[in-house]
C-alpha cells in the first residue's frame, strides 16, 4: 500500500488549504492512518493520526484547534509560518486496543511521496 498526500501548495498566513490522502497498490485498510509534516533539516513530526475505523482523531498540540483530520482529508486553518513543510499521510498496521496509534514515522508501514505546503507572511 501506498498513501499519497497531495493539495499542496502556497497560501499566506491566516490562509486555509485542505490536503488529500490516497491510497494506491491495496485495497486492504486496515491500518490507522498518520499525518506528519517535515520542515527542512527537522525530522518528521507526527501531526494526526485517524483510527481504522476514523471514529478516533488525535493531534499535535501544535495543530489543535487548527487543524481537522480524518483518513483522507487534512483541513488546515490559521495557517502560520511554521506550518511550513512538506506533509505525509503514512499507515500503521500493527497498532490495536488501547495503543491503538503511534507518534514515531518508524511506527508507520506505509507511505507515499509529500506534498509540499508554504505559507508564506
Known amino acids: 500500500v501506498q498513501l499519497q498526500a497531495s493539495g499542496g501548495g502556497v497560501v499566506q498566513v491566516g490562509g486555509s488549504l485542505t490536503l488529500s490522502c490516497a491510497p494506491s497498490?491495496?485495497?486492504?485498510?486496515?491500518?490507522?492512518v498518520g499525518w506528519f509534516r517535515q520542515a527542512p533539516g527537522t525530522e518528521r513530526q507526527f501531526v494526526a493520526a485517524?483510527?481504522r475505523s476514523g471514529d478516533r482523531t488525535v493531534l499535535a498540540d501544535s495543530v489543535k484547534g487548527r487543524f481537522t483530520a480524518s483518513r483522507s482529508y487534512l483541513h488546515m486553518n490559521d495557517l502560520k509560518p511554521e506550518d511550513t513543510a512538506v506533509y505525509y499521510c503514512?499507515?500503521?498496521?500493527?497498532?490495536?486496543?488501547?495503543?491503538?496509534?503511534?507518534?514515531?514515522?518508524?511506527?508507520?508501514?506505509?507511505w507515499g511521496q509529500g506534498t509540499q505546503v508554504t505559507v508564506s507572511s
Open positions: 503514512a499507515g500503521d498496521r500493527s497498532k490495536y486496543g488501547n495503543t491503538w496509534y503511534a507518534t514515531h514515522p518508524s511506527e508507520y508501514d506505509y
Open positions: 497498490g491495496s485495497t486492504d485498510s486496515s491500518y490507522v
Open positions: 485517524i483510527s
